[in-house]
C-alpha cells in the first residue's frame, strides 16, 4: 500500500497542485505559482526514505509552502471580501494542503500526531489534497459555472464535509460518518453539474471526455468512501484501507483529480 500511496501523493504535489492554482485567479498567487516546486519536490521525496531526521526535513519544507500557499487565504479574503459558495470553496483549497503537509512531517519523523498511527497520518497526506484542495476547487469552479442552487450547494457541502470529516477524526466514527455522507452528497452534486452543464457547454471532444471520467468515477470513489465509514461507525463489513486506498484513493486521484483539472485547464484556455 505505501508504493500506491506515495505515488498518489507525488501526483498530487507535483501535478495535481499546481495545475490547480492556475485556475485561481488572484495575483496574490503569482509567487507561490511560481516557486511551488521548490517546496514540492522535497516533500515528493520524503515519503520514499525511511522515517528519519531526513526524510522529517524534507517533509518540513513541504510543510512550509502548504503554509505559504494557506496564508494566501486571508489575502485573498481581504481583496474579495467575499463570502459567496464559490469563494468558501477556493478558501478551503488554499487551507487544506497545510493540514496534508503537517501529517506528511508528523508521520516521516515516527510521531503520531494527536495520538492518530503512522497509517492513518500517512493516508492524511494525500486525503487533504484531492478530498480537500482539488475537491473544493472543482466544486467551486463549478459553482461558478453552473449557477443556481445545486451549484452553491456543491461548494458550501464540499468544504463543509471535508471539515467534518477532518473533526470526525478528533470526536469519533460517527462524527466521521457525518462528514463522509455531507462530503458525497457535495461531491455527487459536483458529479452531477459537471455531466450535465459543465460537459455539455464545451465543444472540444477530449474536454468533455476528460468531464464525463471524472464525473463517472465520482459517483463510484465516493460511494466507497461511504461503505468505509459507515463499517467503521457500526462494525459491518467494509473495504480495508489497504484496498481503499486501491479503489477509491487511485480512483479520485487519476480519475477525478487529474482529469477535472486537466479539464478545466483546457476551458480555461479556450475562454483566454
Known amino acids: 500500500m505505501s508504493v500506491l500511496v506515495n505515488m498518489i501523493v507525488m ?14 485567479d488572484g495575483d496574490e498567487l503569482t509567487s507561490i505559482r511560481r516557486t511551488w516546486l521548490l517546496f514540492a519536490v522535497p516533500g515528493a521525496v520524503a515519503p520514499w526514505l525511511p522515517r ?6 524534507l517533509a518540513a519544507v513541504y510543510a512550509l509552502g502548504t503554509l505559504a500557499l494557506a496564508l ?6 481581504s481583496r474579495t471580501r467575499s463570502f459567496a459558495p464559490a469563494e468558501i470553496a477556493v478558501l478551503t483549497a488554499l487551507a487544506t494542503p497545510s493540514v496534508a503537509g503537517l501529517a506528511l512531517v508528523a508521520e516521516r519523523s515516527g510521531h ?5 498511527s503512522l497509517p492513518i497520518l500517512a493516508l492524511t497526506v494525500p486525503h487533504f489534497h484531492f478530498a480537500g484542495f482539488t475537491a473544493a476547487l472543482v466544486a ?6 453552473a449557477a443556481g442552487p445545486a451549484g452553491r450547494f456543491a461548494a458550501l457541502s464540499v468544504p463543509l464535509g471535508t471539515l467534518l470529516v477532518l473533526g470526525g477524526y478528533f470526536v469519533d466514527d460517527w462524527a466521521e460518518l457525518l462528514g463522509a455522507l455531507v462530503l458525497t452528497a457535495g ?10 452543464d459543465v ?13 464525463a471520467v471524472s464525473a463517472a468515477v465520482l459517483g463510484a470513489t465516493m ?4 461503505s468505509w465509514a459507515l463499517g467503521e461507525a457500526t462494525g459491518l463489513p467494509h473495504p480495508t484501507l489497504t484496498w481503499m486506498a486501491a479503489t477509491h484513493g487511485l480512483g479520485n486521484a487519476l480519475g477525478f483529480a487529474l482529469c477535472s483539472v486537466l479539464a478545466w485547464r483546457r476551458l480555461k484556455e479556450k475562454a483566454a
Open 11 to 24: 501526483l498530487g504535489m507535483l501535478v495535481v497542485v499546481p495545475t490547480g492554482l492556475r485556475l485561481i
Open 52 to 57: 528519519s531526521a531526513s526524510a522529517a526535513a
Open 72 to 77: 494566501q487565504a486571508p489575502r485573498r479574503l
Open 112 to 116: 503520531e500526531l494527536f495520538g492518530f
Open 140 to 145: 467551486g469552479l463549478v459553482c461558478r459555472t
Open 187 to 196: 461531491m455527487w452534486a459536483v458529479a452531477l453539474l459537471t455531466w450535465r
Open 199 to 211: 460537459r455539455t457547454g464545451s465543444r472540444d471532444r477530449f474536454t468533455r471526455m476528460l468531464l
Open 223 to 226: 460511494l466507497l468512501a461511504l
